[in-house]
């Protein structure tokens, strides 16, 4: 008998997603995802100086704490042909790795993690076998029976206290959990430990940006000085802390989160099959070393691979007006130019809101009409999949070295044939291999800065065309870049000095989107619509694992107010 399950909303993401399953027996047959917030950042944007857009976009999300402002930033350096100096690239692709690592490490142990992980089953573990098993993965110093010891003791008093807290909301005892109690407890301990290490890591940001979240930036550049023989400026006590906070980064990747990923993986290569979807794939390119108008010095190239084909890397212009358009044939919005059917670049893009929904609360959605407040973003009328699996995957095709030497690796280790790439499990290894690449990439940066510094070349910020009376009467760019969670692009319009139109098309709304007027499934849909099977329709984890492999962050795509601007839930601690 066909039913409908509805996941509403998916925890442990940033934001409000609903996931509708319509089953054959128990297999997935259709899947229909909706964002649940309406965004209306760009209504926002209009009228404002292009100067102050970054610190307006940068609170789309709070888990993106930089890379909407540096998109933003971008989109204006664009539009108005402005050059930034060498140091100012260097740091902010410093700024930006370290969101990368910091970001992938926390989704993979408080976010993805506890779907593989079955907390509970910790208790039973043997801290010396434990101990033995992490100290056969890795070097890593925290690994006696005794560290052990005391984080299952630390966990037995929040299950005995019932106030699992962290923990909590989760399918534990589920027959889908695979992992023996001393895995389970090797990567709880982690878990905890990442929550320590974390902390560390975000300080690059407040060296380079003064706070995290939602460091400072500006157009030309970045806000900090460097003088070495200064307090408040860049010197050489913040560039040493750099360096540590680097060096702190890279032990854990290589000795914790490289051998977890890889560990856990070996229980559950069964999901080397499931969760691929639509086997379309698109970067926008990212961390110049040459500037951004040096595609060809792109430390992730941009293209776009279509069916899986890993020998043709198609070209990707991100002003063309015939590639990426975004849809509303199955969203809450209307189109004035063109209709509802209609597809609209960005640079024409429009925010109008139509809600045409079901009345809350409501069973299900009415997926024939409009479902989400999400648009369905496409490239040369291609749903695509963007995220670590993409670039990975880019990076693979065109033959870079590291990617090449770690992804087989990874496949030899597994024991699994390049195809498994393409799947729930392969999204999942990809964003580990790119934290490894990226955490030996931060080395080069910061090297590449102190040359400069020891040279005398100190300049972080270019003055020409700061002043309005200097730019065109009309100007359009766009500032592009890699999120962690995929390709992330910022249009700007600007006319008599003030923004005219401004839209956001995000990762999260590449991935999340709805179908099309064609009928095309978001990567979402379509990665739950291939071979998913629930072995309990009451506890579906295996929904869990595939949306929460591509990290939904559906804040960037979303945000929740009444008509009169007022916040709609609350959330109350009793």
């Known amino acids: ?21 319509q089953m054959d027996g128990n297999k997935i047959d259709k899947a229909y995802s909706s964002g649940t917030m309406v965004r209306g950042i760009e209504t926002i944007m209009k009228g404002r100086d292009p100067r102050d857009a970054w610190a307006f976009a940068q609170r789309i999300c709070g888990v993106c ?20 100096p060498k140091n100012a690239d260097l740091i902010r692709n410093l700024m930006s790795g370290a969101q990368y690592i910091h970001d992938h490490v926390m989704h993979f142990y408080h976010l993805h993690a506890l779907d593989w992980v079955d907390v509970v089953s910790a208790l039973s573990a043997d801290p010396k076998a434990t101990s033995e098993l992490a100290q056969s993965l890795s070097n890593y110093p925290k690994s006696s029976p005794g560290y052990f010891a005391d984080m299952k003791k630390k966990l037995k008093g929040f299950v005995e ?10 399918y534990w005892g589920h027959p889908a959990y695979k992992l023996p109690p001393e895995a389970n407890l090797m990567a709880v301990s982690h878990y905890l430990e990442a929550l320590s290490w974390q902390r560390d890591v975000a300080r690059l940001h407040t060296i380079f940006g ?56 070996g229980f559950y290569k069964d999901w080397t099959t499931r969760g691929e979807g639509l086997g379309n794939f698109l970067t926008f390119g990212d ?3 040459n ?4 595609v060809s010095g792109f430390m992730i190239p941009p293209g776009a691979i279509l069916n899986r084909d890993l020998s043709t890397i ?18 809450w919005y209307d189109y004035e130019n063109g209709g509802k059917e209609a597809g609209l670049h960005p640079y024409d893009g429009e925010t109008n809101l139509n809600y045409t929904g079901p009345k809350p609360p409501y069973d299900h959605l009415d997926v024939d009409q409009s479902y989400s407040w999400l648009k369905s973003p496409r490239w040369k009328g291609n749903a695509m999949e963007v995220g670590p699996l993409a670039r990975v995957l880019m990076l693979y095709a065109t033959g870079h070295d590291q990617t090449k030497e770690l992804v087989n690796m990874t496949l030899n280790k597994l024991d699994v044939p390049v195809e498994a790439l393409f799947s729930t499990l392969g999204r999942t290894a990809a964003r580990t291999l790119e934290t490894k690449i990226f955490a030996d990439q931060m080395q080069g940066w910061y090297d590449d800065l102190i040359i ?106 979303v945000h929740l107010t009444d008509p009169d601007g007022e916040e709609i839930i609350k959330v109350k601690v009793k």
């Open 161 to 170: 206290s019932g106030q699992l807290g962290i923990f909590a909301k989760a």
């Open 291 to 294: 500037g951004m108008d040096d």
């Open 287 to 289: 961390f110049p070393s």
């Open 452 to 557: 400069n510094i020891k040279a005398g070349e100190t300049k972080t910020f270019n003055e020409v065309l700061w002043e309005p009376s200097s730019w065109p009467k009309s100007a359009k760019g766009v500032g592009f870049m890699e999120a962690p969670r995929g390709g992330l692009a910022h249009y700007i319009v600007i006319e008599d000095e003030t923004i005219k139109n401004y839209q956001a098309v995000v990762p999260s709304t590449w991935n999340a989107g709805p179908r099309d007027g064609n009928g095309q499934p978001g990567a979402y849909e379509a990665a739950l619509e291939d071979n998913h099977t629930l072995h309990d329709v009451k506890q579906p984890v295996e929904i869990l694992r595939t949306i929460h492999s591509f990290d939904p962050c559906l804040a960037c795509a």
């Open 65 to 84: 704490t930089l890379v909407h402002g540096l998109a933003s930033i971008r989109s204006v350096e664009n539009a108005l042909d402005y050059k930034i």
């Open 1 to 21: 008998m066909s039913e409908r399950i509805v996941v509403d909303p998916i925890t442990r993401i940033e934001g409000h997603l609903r996931i509708e399953a």
């Open 210 to 265: 003064g706070k995290n979240p939602h460091p400072n930036f500006v157009v030309g550049g970045v806000p900090c000085a460097i003088d070495l023989n200064s307090d408040s400026a860049i010197n050489m006590k913040k560039l040493s802390q750099v360096q540590d906070i680097i060096n702190q980064m890279k032990m854990f990747v290589d000795q914790v989160y490289v051998p977890d990923t890889l560990a856990i993986a």
């Open 314 to 331: 198609h070209d990707v212009d991100m002003n063309a007006a015939d590639e990426i358009k975004e849809y509303i044939s199955h969203s």
